[in-house]
C-alpha cells in the first residue's frame, strides 16, 4: 500500500519561508511523477507544482514561480516544495500526490495517491 506523509507545514508570517516534505512508502516512487496541490478553505484543490519521476522537468501554477521550488531525493522517496517569499493568498492545505504515469501534470485525476495533508498559514 501507497502512503505519502506531507510535513513541515506551520505558521509563517508574510514574506517567511517553509520547506514541506512528502515522504513516500510501499511503492515505486523512482517511477512515480509527484505533484503538490492546495486547498484554501472554502476553495477547490488546486495544482501548485509538478515533477516528473527523473527529476528533469518541473511545472509550477503561475502564481508561485519564482518563488516555489520541488525537487525530489529519489534515494529518500521524498519529494519537497521550497516556499519562499510566501504571501497569505498561500494560506491552505498542502497535499502532495503521486502519479504512476511519471509524466507529471496539473490535473488532479491524473495522480493515484494522496497524503493527508499539511496546513500552511501565512500571516499579513
Known amino acids: 500500500q501507497v502512503q505519502l506523509v506531507e510535513s513541515g507545514g506551520g505558521l509563517v508570517q508574510d514574506g517567511g519561508s517553509l520547506r514541506l516534505s512528502c515522504a513516500t512508502s510501499?511503492?515505486?516512487?523512482?517511477?512515480?511523477?509527484m505533484g503538490w496541490f492546495r486547498q484554501a478553505p472554502g476553495k477547490e484543490r488546486k495544482f501548485v507544482a509538478a515533477?516528473?519521476?527523473?527529476?528533469?522537468?518541473?511545472y509550477y501554477t503561475d502564481s508561485v514561480k519564482g518563488r516555489f521550488t520541488i525537487s525530489r531525493d529519489n534515494a529518500k522517496n521524498t519529494v519537497y516544495l521550497q516556499m519562499n517569499s510566501l504571501k497569505h493568498e498561500d494560506t491552505a492545505v498542502y497535499y502532495c500526490?503521486?502519479?504512476?504515469?511519471?509524466?507529471?501534470?496539473?490535473?488532479?485525476?491524473?495522480?493515484?495517491?494522496w497524503g493527508q495533508g499539511t496546513q500552511v498559514t501565512v500571516s499579513s
Open positions: 515533477i516528473n519521476w527523473a527529476g528533469g522537468a518541473t
Open positions: 510501499g511503492g515505486a516512487f523512482t517511477s512515480y511523477a
Open positions: 500526490a503521486a502519479d504512476r504515469s511519471g509524466g507529471g501534470s496539473p490535473d488532479p485525476i491524473q495522480y493515484n495517491y
